[in-house]
């Protein structure tokens, strides 16, 4: 793309706790996408929840400047809160676009319209049906879906079922652009298998937040039933906002001396971890693209997933996935792939880091950075025709009425 310094897109992100090295799906998702963005030539500010800012934080990350704007650290609140501060501030500082990302913030959408900001919602997943939200906030998560969906003047979308849910409710066109996964980052040596007692091959790992919707429970009582002699299940990650969940996942536990809990870690720890597990698993009710799973694709970690609509969009194995809540079809899954041979195993790798053409950053970048400029009225430059073309089919999609 052509693009000078005089008509940089100037875009601000609202609608996660912050970047870099916040832990979170769309944090995640934030932090891979943005810096890609700023080397194509837009100029970024990402704006974060001051609660969640980092010791050390920078002022500028990968070339994307991190803002931090005052909100309660109040679960069902803050993000509110925070995204009306945020589009305060866009309305002063007038980017060209402002991004807003998951369906809480989207309920001050319209008032970003109001100020004559042109707004691109990204829609993460159906929030409202995560299990640790009551009817009165997963009202009021519809009512944000709602407005962000009418409201923008342009929508993205991480999956064809997210992208189904924004046509046959609300009629409204959308783009879709999956989740990525990069080049991910291993450790030299085996610091962290040895930290925690594992040996290579020989654990079953689940990387996620300690939170209802990510049935941890249920993984729990299946490793137990399955019955691995010299296996470990080890557990990744921390509470954030549901510490009742999190403290039953750690009393259920407590007795059987095979399960590891190592709260949130870096993401180059996190990697080394998954590229040594035995088995990935992720048994999931809600999810929106899971980039766990994608990267346990990548490293070529054998994974077991639950057949929810999300899930099913990786198109791993029909035998790697089980019902939500089937324990016992969990633990048999769980007994088959301990038992793979060395050959088998490798066979497996090969076919999920294949699969995982279509989930690259860098052409999700390109698309992303397509669609906002569309919403700020510019045209994009191609170089050629064949730049055009290097976007894999089904990538972009969109339902344009």
Not at 263 to 291: C, D, K, M, R, T
Not at 336 to 362: G, K, P
Request: hydrophobic share 40%; aromatic share 6%; net charge positive.
């Amino acid at each position: 793309m052509n693009n000078n310094e005089g008509t940089r897109l100037k875009v601000a992100v609202l609608g996660l706790r912050g970047m870099p090295d916040v832990p979170g799906g769309v944090e995640m998702h934030v932090s891979e996408l943005y810096p890609r963005i700023a080397a194509l030539g837009a100029d970024v500010t990402v704006f974060g929840r001051s609660p969640y800012r980092p010791t050390h934080s920078p002022s500028r990350w990968k070339g994307v400047a991190v803002r931090w704007l005052w909100s309660p650290r109040l679960q069902g609140v803050e993000a509110v809160v925070h995204t009306f501060l945020g589009v305060l501030y866009a309305a002063v500082s007038r980017p060209d676009v402002l991004h807003i990302h998951a369906v809480g913030p989207w309920l001050v959408a319209p008032i970003a319209k109001l100020f004559g900001l042109k707004v691109v919602i990204t829609h993460h997943g159906q929030d409202y049906l995560r299990e640790k939200w009551k009817e009165p906030a997963r009202a009021v998560l519809r009512l944000g879906e709602r407005l962000g969906v009418n409201c923008a003047d342009e929508t993205i979308v991480i999956s064809r079922g997210i992208q189904e849910v924004v046509r046959n409710r609300y009629g409204r066109p959308s783009t879709l652009i999956p989740n990525g996964v990069g080049n991910l980052t291993i450790l030299s040596g085996k610091y962290p298998l040895e930290k925690h007692g594992l040996e290579p091959y020989r654990y079953v790992i689940q990387v996620s937040r300690l939170v209802p919707e990510k049935r941890q429970l249920d993984l729990i009582a299946a490793f137990t039933a399955a019955n691995l002699p010299g296996w470990k299940l080890l557990l990744v990650g921390g509470a954030q906002g549901s510490q009742s969940y999190a403290n039953r996942v750690r009393q259920q536990s407590a007795a059987n001396p095979d399960i590891v809990h190592t709260g949130f870690l870096p993401p180059a720890e996190v990697h080394e971890l998954l590229a040594h597990a035995g088995i990935f698993v992720l048994p999931s009710s809600h999810e929106g693209l899971p980039i766990s799973l994608l990267e346990a694709m990548k490293l070529g970690t054998p994974a077991l997933a639950s057949a929810i609509p999300a899930n099913l969009e990786t198109e791993l194995d029909q035998s790697c996935y089980f019902g939500v809540g089937d324990v016992q079809g969990l633990a048999l899954r769980l007994r088959d792939l301990a038992q793979l041979t060395t050959e088998e195993r490798e066979i497996m790798a090969q076919r999920l880091r294949n699969s995982c053409v279509r989930y690259d950053w860098d052409l999700i970048a390109d698309l992303t950075l397509k669609v906002l400029e569309r919403a700020a009225g510019r045209v994009r430059t191609y170089d050629s025709v064949q730049e055009e073309r290097r976007v894999p089919p089904r990538l972009g999609e969109s339902y344009r009425r």
